[in-house]
T-cell receptor
Framework: DAGITQSPRHKVTETGTPVTLRCHQTENHRYMYWYRQDPGHGLRLIHYSYGVKDTDKGEVSDGYSVSRSKTEDFLLTLESATSSQTSVYFCAISEAGESYNEQFFGPGTRLTVL | GQNIDQPTEMTATEGAIVQINCTYQ??????LFWYQQHAGEAPTFLSYNVLDGLEEKGRFSSFLSRSKGYSYLLLKELQMKDSASYLCAVVDSNYQLIWGAGTKLIIKP
């Protein structure tokens, strides 16, 4: 299995509080992604990174920010959490961003915003 | 807009064969993935198709027709452990993955 960990694995927080989720990889893959998964929806891309300090927005980026200061770490921040951000968040990595870009997923973080 | 369609849920019997369909309308096409996701776990890679035709990998096969915007995943000799959701995802012209909502497969003894 690809070496990807996410922390925390579960979190309950209150509306309006900031939350940071961490993704850590030991594979030295260039690309890292943050998705959210909700019932009835496919995985939706929030942000992705194609290198240290190189990030871009995905389909559902509003209310989220990211940072990547090291190859191995990709942080997702909810500046002021809302109930609509209750979801399961998956981090993924891939070696190449084009062509055959199989992604390997972390175990997920279940976030509940009350 | 971009769209991936899969049946929401399917039921099959242990030992049987099941075909899970995926149709897509996307801006460009650079390949199609199938992933398996057990409840409460991360998606894991099953197959990748970029050319038309059938790719076989053990009990699992995946088929692609680019002209029809259609793919299917074929699972043979079903086992109880195959109970999972199966996610179809298309690589669009910007090399982004567009995901379907997934098909929940229930295997009955």
């Amino acid at each position: 299995d690809a070496g990807i960990t996410q922390s925390p694995r579960h979190k309950v927080t209150e509306t309006g509080t900031p939350v940071t989720l961490r993704c850590h990889q030991t594979e030295n893959h260039r690309y890292m992604y943050w998705y959210r998964q909700d019932p009835g929806h496919g995985l939706r891309l929030i942000h992705y990174s194609y290198g240290v300090k190189d990030t871009d927005k995905g389909e559902v980026s509003d209310g989220y920010s990211v940072s990547r200061s090291k190859t191995e770490d990709f942080l997702l921040t909810l500046e002021s959490a809302t109930s609509s951000q209750t979801s399961v968040y998956f981090c993924a990595i891939s070696e190449a961003g084009e062509s055959y870009n199989e992604q390997f997923f972390g175990p997920g973080t279940r976030l509940t915003v009350l | 807009g971009q769209n991936i369609d899969q049946p929401t849920e399917m039921t099959a019997t242990e030992g049987a064969i099941v075909q899970i369909n995926c149709t897509y309308q996307t801006s460009g096409f650079n390949g199609l993935f199938w992933y398996q996701q057990h409840a409460g776990e991360a998606p894991t890679f099953l197959s990748y198709n970029v050319l038309d035709g059938l790719e076989e990998k053990g009990r699992f096969s995946s088929f692609l027709s680019r002209s029809k915007g259609y793919s299917y995943l074929l699972l043979k000799e079903l086992q109880m452990k195959d109970s999972a959701s199966y996610l179809c995802a298309v690589v669009d012209s910007n090399y982004q993955l567009i995901w379907g909502a997934g098909t929940k497969l229930i295997i009955k003894p």
